[in-house]
């Protein structure tokens, strides 16, 4: 996974012996990983203990992007002994650091300069290109802009850092080698792709020996190395420039006094003038005579500038401009009496964002890093959070009206958190001004990645000046609210004092620093448990809470470093509050391999949502995304790369796989010589009895025993020609877990096993409404300890057990649904190890329609014979009236008074029995 480790920024204390005793080569974890110092020490790189008879190649791709080339050919000539054949860039570039061991093949570096850091491969070239050792050679050097001349004191110096390539788990750090702590307005320090640089400013004869890089990974210092530079105390007729940005908290310092032998002649008067670049009449801002108060003339200053002593005493006449406005830039100057002692230019830079308010909706933000004035040759450059360049611009004397360079920020980029102009003057950094973008989601809701970047919390618009408390509640479940600092006005600035818990929590009191003077709040790479309500608390006159910031944060993991293609790794997100109108998703970054994710089962579990990924590298299945969703529009999103390891020698790893159609089991083995045959086994986990299911010598046919597996038992390819030897069994049944193995002559390369996973129902078929059902969730054996999970459609919960390696009775979940109804379809089991899900089978239960639709039919053929009942009636009895109607006609004997009593008495019959 590619993920950045970031070093802290603040610059503390070590002790002296620690730097003394560190040697300038060195290797950490791997010990084919090796760190030198430019210039310094001698690196061995040795071949294998038991070397092939020849002839082999030494090759060195430099980390600088350039080339491969070949330094080196060696022949076996007799018995043990190695002759060398030079390779022409090797005489014409390297001879002077790089010479083998005479009669062998390992080599020797002395002095390595910085430029010969990259790759050492040495590899035979007969029969086949076989690497058998490789080295990764990485280079440190360090570098000051005063290396070559004295500083002048109150000027600015820059110190570097650099290394040959920058891992994502190693980091440069510059530290004080004293107790010392130091403070933003003293020091900065940026990263630039492969460099650290710290900008140090106002040098005295204090900071000569004061700085020395750290090499760190993860968080462990494993190198340092000090730079020096010498600072001069003479300033008469000195000129320097120096650089400040436009910020609340950066202050010009003008250092003036007499070190040049007229200690004993105190000058009787000083003065201080200023010309400013927007116009060509110098004026005084300070002027004294001896012993005497200093006047200030405050028309374009005010109260930011201030002298450092109330009276001048004759030798020392400084000043000091807080905070720097951008207007400030132009030229300074001090006399002492009739001595021209020092001349500071001083070059200003802001950044300004349009549009200015950071929470305003739109397509992008437009970022203007603007220079006063150019003097000389620079460059702006722009980077971004992870110390990238990705925006640059030269400029010079000559076109003094192109003083800009902006970045367009598009609204998907709007996250980062932090991008930076910088300002360089002879290839070294001069100053950068940092500009802190809102947090994504809405005015009080931010989300953001853990470890990630910077964060800028901004404390309230309207704070008015009683103290202000911080507070903060967890989202970790502990509702307490914790006090962690109390603000108070220091003129025009702000003050903190912490408490208790802001100093016992190092997740807190590391990671989180008052901005400068301010209420905002500056986050260096948020861990996990950061995630909370942030509240700003105005006590007095009464309590007042002033504003609130909820930050969630993200949490991207992978269960596996490096793991081995083929095998399964589970890729997990977590955010550390879910809201309702939040989702989390996880897609392939590539949206053409998005058919490719069929290899992927996602699940949600609480406030987490996994992918399990099958068989990982086998398809270039190595990059996906994540992406946080608020009411279905992308807030925050990344991606996630997974290196894959490809030595396959001597590993283990076990893979779970469900019992249903679309179950697959690719077996993948590499091959180091088609000239030795190789074969895929297996062994039951009921036997131990290693059964040869596939096998291949040379380029031939690749031959498949179908005793065991039948046709699900398939190769890819008809005949192998190719480094890796691959088997896939479709569909998995319940029978295939066990041990399966590749060997290649009497060496096992590779070791899989396979643990199966089945569900089944009781009843197995469609089942009624109302009715029990049995759930059985099953496992073929168990060899570390796992966990059970049976999930409802809602991702729930609703029952689990652990299971232990020792031979259970039972080694299944059982989940009883009583009173079973159509909400009651959906249900997940899921298999998990080290609290990480490996495997799920989502289980849907047939509803049985057959008894329902049995009672529909006696209704509806019951309601069909009543009804033929009563239309028969009916007929019936019309007949009969109808035929009393006609009888009545020719009984001339009867009164007409009977024939119409007939009448009514047919009528009434037939209304009675339509109304029933």
């Not at 230019?345 to 950071?358: F, Y």
């Not at 029978?735 to 899989?752: K, L, M, P």
Request: aromatic share 10%.
């Amino acid at each position: 996974m590619s993920q950045r480790f970031f070093c802290s920024t603040m610059l503390t204390g070590l002790r002296l012996s620690v730097f003394v005793l560190l040697s300038p080569v060195f290797t950490r974890g791997n010990s084919n990983d090796i760190y030198f110092v430019d210039g310094e020490g001698e690196i061995s790189l040795k071949g294998p203990d038991n070397p092939v008879q020849g002839p082999v190649v030494w090759e060195w791709k430099p980390h600088s992007g350039q080339e491969k080339q070949q330094l080196f050919t060696f022949q076996k000539t007799s018995g043990s002994w190695w002759e060398s054949r030079w390779d022409a860039y090797y005489r014409n570039n390297l001879y002077k650091w790089i010479n083998p061991y005479r009669g062998t093949i390992n080599l020797r570096l002395t002095y390595p300069a910085f430029k010969l850091a990259g790759k050492y491969t040495l590899f035979q070239t007969q029969p086949n290109k076989t690497i058998l050792k490789e080295y990764n050679v990485f280079g440190i050097k360090v570098h000051s802009s005063a290396q070559f001349h004295s500083a002048t004191v109150g000027s600015d110096v820059t110190l570097s850092c650099t290394i040959s390539n920058l891992l994502d788990t190693v980091c440069l750090q510059w530290k004080g080698r004293d107790s010392s702590q130091q403070n933003c307005r003293k020091t900065n320090q940026i990263r630039v792709n492969n460099t650290v640089y710290l900008m140090v400013k106002h040098v005295t004869v204090e900071d000569e020996r004061l700085y020395m890089c750290e090499v760190q990974e993860h968080g462990s210092i494993f190198h340092t190395k000090a730079v020096d530079f010498s600072v001069s105390q003479y300033l008469h007729e000195k000129s320097y420039t120096l650089y400040r940005s436009d910020t609340d908290h950066n202050e010009l310092n003008l250092v003036c006094h007499d070190y040049s032998g007229h200690y004993y002649y105190p000058s009787d008067t000083a003065a201080w003038s200023w010309k400013s670049g927007l116009q060509y009449q110098e004026r005084d801002i300070a002027s004294a005579s001896r012993y005497q108060p200093i006047n200030v003339d405050r028309t374009h200053f005010g109260n930011r500038l201030v002298p450092t002593m109330s009276t001048f005493n004759g030798q020392t006449f400084n000043l000091s401009i807080v905070p720097v406005l951008f207007e400030d830039a132009g030229v300074y100057k001090c006399s002492l009496g009739s001595y021209k002692l020092v001349t500071i230019t001083l070059i200003t830079v802001k950044v300004t964002a349009e549009p200015s308010d950071a929470e305003t909706e739109g397509d992008s933000i437009t970022l203007t890093c603007s220079v006063s004035d150019v003097t000389e040759s620079i460059r702006l450059v722009w980077i971004n959070d992870d110390g990238k360049i990705v925006e640059e611009k030269a400029l010079n004397g000559r076109n003094r009206e192109e003083k800009s360079l902006r970045l367009i920020i598009q609204k998907a980029d709007r996250d980062r958190g932090k991008w930076t102009c910088v300002l360089f003057s002879q290839n070294m950094p001069q100053v950068s001004v940092p500009y802190y973008l809102e947090l994504s989601g809405s005015l009080s809701e931010g989300y953001v990645l853990q470890q990630e970047g910077y964060i800028l919390l901004k404390g309230p618009d309207s704070p008015g000046n009683g103290s202000i408390i911080w507070e903060w509640r967890s989202h970790s479940g502990q509702q307490t609210t914790k006090q962690l600092g109390t603000f108070h006005r220091e003129g025009q600035q702000w003050a903190v004092k912490w408490s208790d818990d802001y100093s016992n929590t190092p997740d807190i009191s590391q990671r989180i620093l008052e901005h400068c003077g301010t209420l905002n709040l500056l986050m260096r790479n948020p861990t996990f448990e950061l995630g909370g309500l942030f509240t700003w608390t105005q006590t007095q006159p009464n309590k007042n809470t002033l504003k609130q910031t909820e930050l969630f944060v993200i949490k991207v993991e992978i269960d596996s470093q490096r793991p081995v293609m083929g095998s399964d790794i589970t890729l997990s997100c977590t955010i550390s509050r879910l809201l309702d109108t939040v989702s989390l998703h996880w897609k392939h970054r590539d949206p053409s391999q998005q058919s490719r994710m069929i290899n992927t089962d996602e699940i949600r579990l609480n406030n987490t949502v996994y992918l399990i990924v099958r068989h990982a590298g086998a398809e270039n299945q190595n990059s996906y995304t994540w992406d946080v969703q608020e009411n279905n529009s992308v807030i925050l999103t990344g991606n996630i790369n997974i290196d894959m390891n490809q030595n396959f020698h001597g590993k283990t790893y076990t893979l779970y796989r469900s019992v249903t159609d679309h179950s697959e089991l690719k077996l993948i083995c590499e091959v180091d010589s088609v000239e030795i045959g190789t074969k895929w086994t297996w062994s039951s986990h009921l036997t131990n009895e290693d059964k040869e299911i596939a096998s291949i010598y040379k380029p031939k046919l690749v031959n498949i025993s179908g005793a065991y597996f039948g046709s699900r038992l398939v190769s890819p390819v008809t005949s192998f020609t190719d480094m890796f030897f691959s088997v896939r069994i479709v569909p998995v049944l319940f029978e295939d877990a066990g041990v399966y193995r590749c060997s290649q002559g009497s060496d096992n390369h590779v070791t899989i096993n396979l643990v199966t996973v089945k569900v089944t129902a009781e009843p197995s078929d469609a089942v009624t409404e109302g009715n029990t059902v049995t759930l059985t969730c099953t496992v073929s054996h168990v060899t570390e300890p796992i966990r059970f999970v049976w999930i409802n459609r809602d991702g729930k919960i609703v029952a689990e057990t652990t299971l232990k390696e020792q031979k259970q009775e039972e080694e299944s979940l059982q989940l009883v649904i009583q009173e079973f109804d159509r909400d009651s379809l959906n249900w997940t089991c899921i298999l998990f190890h080290q609290n990480t899900p490996k495997v799920l089978i989502p289980y849907h239960l047939k509803y049985n329609e057959h008894y329902t639709f049995q009672h529909t039919k006696v209704v509806v053929f019951g309601s069909l014979a009543l009804l033929l009942i009563i239309v028969l009636i009916v007929v019936l009895s019309l007949r009969k009236c109808m035929g009393a109607r006609k009888q009545g006609k020719f009984m001339f004997g009867k009164s007409k008074i009977e024939a119409l009593a007939t009448r009514g008495k047919c009528r009434r019959y037939i209304s009675a029995l339509f109304k029933y």
